[in-house]
């Protein structure tokens, strides 16, 4: 019996030997492939001498999605170079956007009751001030101009594909530290008539270059529709139809947005971009649904984010924005870019 005994003890422990090795070559298999999958150069520690270096001149920053201790927060590298391993800052965000001198990032703290922060910051990436926000980060955007931000977030619903969602979309005043109103406080006109629905929903605002001036996007009965707004006048005006989460162009000419369409009876969302003066639309040559803010890298290239199939990861990439060309990959694991062209 006690030999019996014996042989199954010995047996149980062979097998749990066995259990264990095929985990941890499975494991080792799964980190060589993770390897192989990204090409990213390995990012550097924070380190401020070297931020300051870089954001001397063109670049760009961007919220890192390799998975590991990095995940989640902000790198930077040239924008002459941007296969260059990234340097990464302290500062971690959900969303981020900035200028030369001013940046906003949008934050989730997943306690166990998960809270939702805007972080302002400075040309070194130091925080400023904090603004609580009422919801998860989806959307942010700062003025190349002025010191003047967005934020949206959900506060019902976490897609634009849901017609249950309800968003929130503060500015702010990045200087003086202080919130400047929500956009469902400003008054709403169309066609030269006042304008008001139980279900309005902002998102996406972009700033223009005289530091009054901005677009966005006003949802309502199950249209999205692009608004031009005026901060001292507290007031929006629709100018087009079938605009979400719009992007002006450098030289004040463009937006580039994303079309809600029904494609093999799914929605999906294609990049066009709209010339301002003769309201003429270009398709962009990117076939993949993007559900993103699009970035422009210059005048003639936008940039924009998808999540890599498979993975936790995700990528920017690049296409003409005049409806030529192909799609590349700008940055390899990152997310929410934004292009910062003049220094601090």
């Not at 670049?59 to 990095?70: A, E, K, Q, Y």
């Not at 008539?193 to 309502?220: H, K, S």
């Amino acid at each position: 019996m006690a030999d019996s005994d014996s042989r199954k003890g010995t047996l149980a422990f062979g097998l749990l030997c066995l259990v264990v090795a095929l985990a941890v070559s499975g494991y080792v298999a799964f980190s060589r492939a993770r390897r192989t999958e990204s090409s990213a150069p390995a990012a550097t520690a924070a380190d401020p001498e070297r931020i300051a270096e870089i954001r001397r001149s063109p670049h760009v920053l961007f919220r890192v999605t390799t998975l590991g201790s990095d995940y989640g927060r902000v790198g930077i590298v040239r924008l002459s170079s941007p296969g260059d391993r990234p340097v990464v800052a302290d500062l971690a965000c959900d969303r981020i956007h900035a200028s030369g001198a001013d940046g906003l990032c949008l934050q989730a703290d997943r306690g166990v009751l998960t809270t939702y922060k805007a972080v302002s910051f400075d040309a070194a990436l130091r925080p400023r001030a904090d603004f609580p926000l009422q919801g998860a980060p989806s959307r942010t955007r700062v003025s190349a101009a002025a010191p003047l931000a967005a934020s949206t977030v959900f506060v019902n619903g976490d897609s634009y594909s849901s017609g249950s969602f309800s968003t929130r979309t503060t500015l702010y005043d990045l200087r003086a530290n202080r919130v400047i109103g929500d956009l469902e406080g400003f008054t709403v006109t169309r066609d030269g008539a006042p304008f008001r629905n139980q279900d309005f929903n902002f998102w996406g605002v972009t700033f223009r270059p005289d530091g009054d001036g901005f677009y966005a996007t006003l949802g309502t009965s199950g249209t999205r529709l692009l608004v031009e707004g005026s901060i001292r006048a507290r007031r929006l005006t629709v100018i087009a139809a079938d605009v979400e989460c719009p992007m002006l162009s450098p030289d004040a000419t463009r937006l580039v947005f994303k079309n809600r369409i029904v494609e093999g009876g799914r929605l999906v969302w294609r990049l066009r971009v709209m010339d301002l003066a003769s309201r003429r639309l270009t398709d962009l040559s990117e076939s993949r649904t993007v559900d993103d803010q699009a970035e422009w890298l210059d005048d003639r290239r936008v940039l924009y984010g998808l999540p890599r199939a498979g993975t936790g990861s995700s990528d920017v990439w690049v296409v003409p924005a005049d409806g030529t060309g192909a799609p590349e990959i700008f940055l390899r694991d990152a997310f929410s870019p934004a292009v910062v062209r003049v220094a601090p």
